[in-house]
């Protein structure tokens, strides 16, 4: 684990992930972890006057309007499935996640689950061919989801796979050809339930943002060549992010197919969303009692709370941001504005605060604030995630525990 320490390896066992592949346990990525740039900050707390009072937060709807792909209304990420297994053996990747907890998901009403996995597990790259054995396993686990009505989401989700780096060589060769192999596999599958993710959160090319956009476009051609009508979800750089959103522009021909959604990811306000985190910025283990939305009393506890110099300057920092209701509002207001303006879908495939920092009723406000925008412009969305360190279930597999408040919070059981 580069540029790792004791502590983030105790913090990752702790939630059964492992450090040396889990890109969320490299702490040397720090500013770029979730495509979020951290601001170069004064170790001083912030005078009070720079704190606006806190805005109301968002009050849950009672009914959900129709949404605009409704198998992608609502969704949760199936994180430690076939990707970062707590048990890696082929019995324990089996049993964590059952068909009764597929069950519970569709009972609790959601619609869809992202399912990631890493590509290298799929593909052999010396014969260039998919390992029939792997993918059969996979695509059982797509199916333990479709034949309860729920749609899941094919997400390569590469972190240890060197020939799907966006940025390396073999990428713009390689990954076409896996994609094209995948989906002619997984293209007698139902195509209003079984969608593709051309790829998770592709970064590191900032002095080359020409490539992403060349290989994703190169990559949708291959996955169309093999599976004409499944959706493709595409996404920008730089994380996923709003802002890798916006600097992309798609092709022609992916405007013409109506049956690509565009993905963004959403984890703003970082410093809140993440404190306690013993992984990515540095700064994120060190920060407590983050508030959400923000007063100048709350702050000031952050600020006392926070004995970390570096740290304590970001707390400053954060207080001069302004993060509420109506903050988030707009941010995801430029996702949206996006979609209109090239005439095409978008979809929130992550967003989630980490259980183990800050105030729970916090949580919720920023969990509530995030989706009902997007319930109201008919977005859908995937929470992260389903039992790691953003939790909504928890317990054994087969004999799960929805998380009521938090799943109320993104609107689970609002259209019932």
């Known amino acids: 684990m580069a540029g790792g320490c004791n502590i983030a390896v105790s913090a990752a066992a702790s939630l059964g992930v492992d450090p040396a592949v889990d890109p969320r346990l490299v702490p040397d990525r720090g500013a770029e972890v979730r495509g979020v740039v951290q601001p170069e900050v004064a170790a001083s707390p912030p005078p009070a ?16 309007p129709a949404i605009a792909e409704p198998n992608l209304a609502l969704g949760i990420n199936l994180s430690h499935w076939y990707w970062l297994p ?19 998901l569709k009972a609790a009403g959601f619609t869809h689950a992202r399912v990631p996995f890493e590509p290298q597990n ?67 599958t139902d195509p209003a339930l079984v969608i ?25 051609k291959a996955i169309r060549a093999a599976a004409p009508s499944h959706i493709i979800l595409a996404t920008g750089d730089e ?45 994120w283990r060190h920060l407590k009692k983050i508030p959400y939305p923000p007063t100048p009393e709350s702050i000031a506890a952050a600020t006392e709370a926070t004995t970390d110099p570096a740290a304590k300057g970001e707390v400053n920092w954060y207080a001069k941001q302004h993060w509420d209701a109506a903050k988030v509002r707009g941010e ?42 997007l319930r109201e412009w008919n977005i ?12 909504f279930f928890t317990g054994r597999a087969g004999a799960r525990t929805l998380n009521v408040a938090r799943a109320e919070a993104i609107g689970v059981g609002a259209s019932k």
């Open 49 to 64: 006057a720079d704190v606006k009072p806190a805005a109301t937060t968002s009050v849950i709807p009672t009914t959900a």
């Open 86 to 104: 707590h048990d890696k053996s082929i019995e324990g990747i089996a049993k964590y996640f059952t068909g009764a907890d597929a069950d519970q």
């Open 122 to 188: 799929l593909w052999d790259e010396q014969t260039q061919t998919l390992k029939s054995d792997a993918v059969k396993r996979y695509r059982d686990g797509i199916t333990l989801l479709t034949s309860r009505g729920l749609a899941a989401i094919v997400d390569p989700h590469p972190n240890t796979t060197a020939w799907a780096d966006p940025a390396g060589e073999l990428a713009i060769t390689e990954y076409p050809a896996f994609w094209r192999a995948l989906a002619g596999s997984l293209s007698n």
């Open 196 to 220: 593709f993710e051309v790829m998770n959160e592709p970064h590191g090319l900032k002095d080359r943002p020409e490539r992403w956009p060349l290989l994703q476009a190169t990559t949708i």
């Open 239 to 283: 994380w996923g992010s709003i802002g890798g959103l916006l600097r992309l522009t798609p092709t022609a021909s992916m405007l013409a197919d109506s049956r690509i959604i565009y993905s963004f990811h959403f984890y703003d306000p970082a410093t809140f969303t993440h404190q306690g985190a013993a992984w990515g910025a540095a700064n």
């Open 332 to 373: 995801l207001e430029r996702a949206r504005s996006w979609g209109a303006r090239h005439g095409v879908k978008v979809y929130c495939g992550e967003f989630g605060a980490y259980v183990s920092g800050g105030s729970e009723a916090q949580r919720l406000a920023w969990l509530a604030d995030v989706t009902l925008p």
């Open 380 to 391: 859908g969305y995937a929470a992260w995630d389903y039992s790691g360190g953003f939790a």
